[in-house]
């Protein structure tokens, strides 16, 4: 895999994990039970929002690994 694609990926990935960081950080529990989620709902979006965390830190890795 090329250093190009895997940076793309990398980008896409601080994308995503920005996105549930901040919505995270704007959002509480409580907000989302009473915009009528259920639970699990937000400790999954907190387990994804760390699934995004993780593949940021991979691909920086593959990435270093490659130079």
């Known amino acids: 895999m090329s250093a190009d694609v895997l940076n793309y ?36 979006i907190k387990e994804v929002a760390s699934d995004e965390k993780e593949h940021v830190s991979f691909l920086t890795s593959a990435l270093k690994g490659m130079f």
């Open 9 to 44: 990926a990398l980008t896409l990935e601080h994308l995503e994990a920005t996105f549930y960081e901040e919505g995270l950080k704007n959002y509480t529990q409580a907000d989302f039970i009473k915009a009528g989620f259920k639970d699990p709902f937000y400790a999954n």
